[in-house]
């Protein structure tokens, strides 16, 4: 009998461990320029480096104005005429969940790995959600996703923010370690077929269809020269007085780069 209860008292416990949820410790780094906080639907109030930020604060940054905020083990850098909500900040004894909500402007995120836990992080805009582990990212709210040190995932937006009503976190937790380039996205947030963005990568979304290019295309676009307007420059230019002039020239094997064009200005000049 009484292994019997040893037994059900070590199960208790253990479960008990798992459920244990609290809240993650957010503050303020530092402040450059113009920042405000709301929390509730409270009045904007100035926000300063060694202030604590709790889950539904909303920060907003000013023109030439920034903020480094730190979340455990994570950094987030907001930048110029940013606004970004605080979505969930969860944990439990095996798992940090943190979830922002870009409204506008652009986020530099470099996510650590704390102690033994798994790091469920996740960025959110209108037009895509950046899902990151392990990982350091530039992330805009029109949908630009660039990555420079892991893989990120990105999947679709959300109209707007969503703010958890508790500190637990949700049931799914990332695969251990950090990410790399042959990390599955289901590792990363939990979705297949979403896209994956190893380092020195970048994935845009098209504002037309709100689907998210895969970095192969970008890298494609960007060597091909694609995206450029080329032909509107000469019906413009050329024959116009007071104008420049287009003229172009062959390049030799050497010279010649992929996606490259070159551009001789003419000046017609009036006596």
Do not use: C
Not at 127 to 148: F, K, Q, W
């Amino acid at each position: 009998m009484r292994r019997f209860n040893r037994i059900i008292t070590a199960v208790f416990l253990l479960a008990f461990s798992i459920v244990s949820a609290h809240a993650l410790d957010a503050k303020v780094v530092s402040v450059t320029g113009k920042v405000e906080v709301q929390t509730n639907g409270s009045a904007w109030k100035t926000l300063k480096a060694g202030d604590k930020l709790a889950k539904g604060s909303v920060i907003s940054t000013g023109f030439k104005s920034s903020a480094k905020i730190s979340i455990d083990s994570t950094t987030v850098d907001l930048g110029p005429l940013t606004r970004i909500t605080i979505e969930k900040l969860a944990s439990n004894n095996v798992k940090d969940e943190t979830s922002l909500y870009l409204d506008s402007g652009k986020v530099k995120a470099d996510v650590k790995k704390n102690g033994a836990k798994k790091v469920d992080f996740k960025v959110s805009s209108p037009v895509a959600t950046a899902s990151v582990r392990g990982t350091i990212i530039v992330y805009h709210a029109g949908g630009l996703m660039i990555t420079e040190e892991g893989t990120g995932a990105k999947g679709p937006g959300r109209d707007h923010a969503e703010i958890d009503t508790t500190d637990q976190p949700t049931g799914y937790l990332p695969g251990d370690g950090d990410a790399n380039a042959l990390t599955p996205t289901a590792d990363i947030n939990g979705q297949r077929g979403e896209i994956a963005v190893t380092e020195g990568q970048s994935s845009k979304t098209d504002p037309l269809t709100g689907l998210g290019t895969t970095p192969q295309f970008e890298n494609f676009e960007m060597s091909h020269g694609f995206g450029t307007d080329t032909g509107s420059i000469i019906s413009r230019e050329t024959g116009v007085t007071n104008k420049p002039e287009v003229e172009s020239y062959d390049l030799t094997v050497a010279e010649k780069k992929a996606g490259s064009i070159v551009v001789i200005p003419k000046w017609n000049r009036q006596n």
